[in-house]
Every structure is written in C-alpha cells, then in structure tokens.
C-alpha cells in the first residue's frame, strides 16, 4: 500500500528547516555587529544636523553677500546663525530668520531637538575661536571643526578652509 503524493500533507522537512535557520544565523552574524547603540544615532543624526546648518549659514552668506557666522555659546550647547558678527557676546548677538522655518530664529540647541536628548557639543576650534565667519565668497574665516558626543559615541563636523566645504566623520578612539 502506498500512498499517493498528492494526498500527503504540505509540509517542510527537517532539513529545509535547518538550512533556513542556518541561513538567518548567518545573515545576523553579519548584521548584528554592524548595529550602532543609541549614542552612535544620536550623534550621527545631530552631526548631521549641524552640517547641515554649516551649509545653510555659509548659503546664505553666497545669497546675500553678507558675511554669515556660525556663532556657539559659551557652554557650547547652543548655536545660532548670525549677519555681519561684530565680536559681541553670544546672548547680544541678534540670530537672523531661519531660512526654512518661517518665522523663527536660526538658533539651535541640539539636545533639544527630538531624538537627540544625549547629544552635546564638546569641542570648537576654528583658528582658537568658539565661531566660523563665512565671507561673502563661502570662504570660512578658518578651517576648523566641531566635536558633538552622545554616550561613548562622536562625530567630528569639519569646515575646510578656502572652499568651505563641510564634511562629518566618525572619531574613533
């Protein structure tokens, strides 16, 4: 007596159940390692963001041929875009509009920003100062770059000097 194959149950045998298992295995031992933590995100998305504003202030020094800063608190936590910077203090200096969001500032506080609550700014050096001056040419007052942190992870935001050019990199320790 033997039974016809069409009427046998549909079903995976042991091996296709092993093979499919040996195969994720081996797609999250490639994958897994790659995964960042939270920290990593974070200061990604907040380096980013901070380029992002670079290019911004130094567009808009090209636009309107005014020279455009990048100006950081003193504590570092905040930035703002500012026109025509005269050395005042951070809290005197007058942000201008922000070029994308009508009707407010340009001025930034990144741990604010959502998903970025770890997020702070840990170093500024642009020729020794706490800012960067984009003339009315794009050129940057100094080449230079700004750390941001997020747990054990950081990102360093380049500005290189003549072009202006921005660019983010991972810090590796």
Known sequence: MSRDRSTRP???????????????????????????????????SAARALASDMELARDLALKTQR??????????????????????????????????????TFEVTLSERNGMSAVSVTDVSFGGDGYVTFNELGEPSAAGSVTVQAGQARMRIAVAGLTGSVSTAKVSD
Not at 72 to 81: A, L, M
Not at 83 to 101: K, S
């Open 67 to 104: 020279p455009h800063t990048l100006l950081f608190s003193g504590d570092e936590r905040s930035y703002k875009v500012v026109a025509d910077y005269a050395g005042e203090t951070y809290a005197a200096a007058q942000a201008v509009e922000h070029p994308v969001r009508a009707g407010s």
């Open 10 to 44: 549909a079903a995976f045998t042991l091996v296709e159940l092993l093979m499919v298992v040996a195969v994720l295995i081996i797609a999250a031992a490639i994958v897994i390692p790659n995964l960042g933590t939270a920290g990593d995100a974070q200061a990604m």
